[in-house]
């Protein structure tokens, strides 16, 4: 056995991996950034913008760097931030949250995601998360050693849905979590008001706490309104609620996040929070205040999110025309396309078969919704001729891209 292989088998994310299939997931994404960077194919694989978010936050960003804001922040975050969190909740969804006991900044919803999983799921506990779902949920839940549990969303002519028995059924008495994500990435689906008052009875029922990532609360389009879980009647006693400046203002890569809910399982979340990072981005987290609370920057979020309906729009043609048939998102960066017919042309037995290829028949990359999904699952099996491609990039670039496509037809 080679060094590598040797110490990689010692790796105790060896086991992580294989228990979350993360070898393949891993794999293919990895390989679709290369094979796009090798052949340069246009990359509508990856998630994020090409276009950085508001110069005024930039700017707020720099001012808090050259004032000095280079130590360490507090752990719970800065109360400016903490306290335009709750501002935030207040003004879209009349919740009321206390930002001195309810609120904690972390490092972006990735680590809000990990520190509520790790401080409430164990080994015997079950977390019930939507499928397909976003990849570190998996990965963390292998982690705890708990057991993930999925309700699955399916493709109708409205949309992806949840399908009102599959969810039922993935309830259990060891349901501790439901790890919900609205809007979903990566279906597009918003959830709607009867759909989270189901998932929320059946919460209460089960006496689960309910985890929301709505990192995507302000990207939603065709006046689709986004739902907090918490705002549900009885629900923000039993809800962490999740979210991050990464989406909402096309800052990806500053990874600041936020969680709010009741009090006493925020301070378990602290605790592990305290471990995992104690603390980080201390210029950033006034600007993120700053982004949260400013009327120009509002604007600008509203902008954002019509000019990727635009967007959308213009890349779910692209993708009609060439012969996918795409299920409409009414949300997030992403739309997910049936390649069905390519399969059967090219004798491909599933979208990741067509990702490979597609850098050499059309010089675009897409990621395989396979990559969201558990092996074997029924969701794997209806996903299995799915490929997700992102709208958040800049309009010449999806005209380039969907003028390839064409060569697919
Ligand atoms: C991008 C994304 C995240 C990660 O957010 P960060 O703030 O960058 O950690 C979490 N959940 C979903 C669904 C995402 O798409």
Redo the contacts with the bound molecule.
Sequence with gaps: MSEHGRWRDVARAAGLLDRVGGTLRSTIFAEMTALAGRTGAVNLGQ?FPDVDGPESVREAAVEALRAGANQYAPGDGIPALREAVASHQRRHYGLEVDPGSQVLVTT????A?AATVLALAGPGDEVLTLEPY?D?YAAVIAMVGATHTTAPLRATPDGFRLDEDALRAAFSARTRIVLL?TPH?PTGAVLERAELELVAALAREHDAVVVT?E??EHLTFDGATHVPVATLPGMAERTVTIS?A??TFSF?GW?V?WLHGPAPIVDAIRTVKQFLTYTSGAPFQPAVAFALTDEGVRAWVAELAESLATRRDLLCEGLEAAGFAVVRPRGTYFVLADASAHLERHSLPDGAALCRALPGLAGVVGVPVGAFTRPGSAADEAMRPYVRFTFVKREPVLHEAIARLAALV
Aim: proline share 0%.
């Design positions: 998630g972006g919803a990735t680590e995601i976003y570190s994500n990435n990532d990192v995507y991050s990464g989406k990806t990874k996040g």
